[in-house]
């Protein structure tokens, strides 16, 4: 059974760095992403990576500030993010596709069908 497990989430003040894990198992994936949902929000799109090209995507507020990456065995993703801000506040799910997702449906929430149970991220101002 496929399985999505997030790490590395936690409180850190405004400026810091923090790396979030993503480790999927029980299947490959083609494209595999971040999203993140503060309280009283959607969940909105923040990153992702296809498996084959290697291919990243962010979406405009962490651009420049977050990392997406993946391992040697690609089985594992991860979200570096730097220059926190407090807006960056959420629950953050990894979040994979079967199959290699185009362009304009990688910030899709509807096109991943396995998600992570989530991990805090808190931005003290």
């Known amino acids: 059974q496929a399985q999505l497990v997030e790490s590395g989430g936690g409180l850190v003040p405004a400026g810091g760095s923090l790396t979030l894990s993503c480790a999927a198992s029980?299947?490959?994936?083609?494209?595999m992403a971040w999203f993140r949902q503060a309280p009283g929000k959607e969940r909105e799109f923040v990153a992702a990576l296809r498996r084959q090209g290697g291919s990243t995507f962010y979406e405009d507020p962490v651009k420049g500030r977050f990392t997406i990456s993946t391992d040697n065995t690609k089985n594992t993703i991860f979200l570096q993010m730097d220059s926190l801000k407090p807006e960056d506040t959420a629950v953050y799910h990894c979040?994979?596709?079967?199959?290699?997702?185009?362009?304009?449906?990688?910030?899709?929430?509807?096109?991943?069908?396995?998600w992570g149970q989530g991990t805090q991220v808190t931005v003290s101002s």
């Open positions: 029980g299947r490959t994936f083609g494209t």
């Open positions: 979040a994979a596709a079967s199959g290699r997702l185009i362009n304009t449906n990688v910030g899709n929430k509807s096109a991943y069908g396995y």
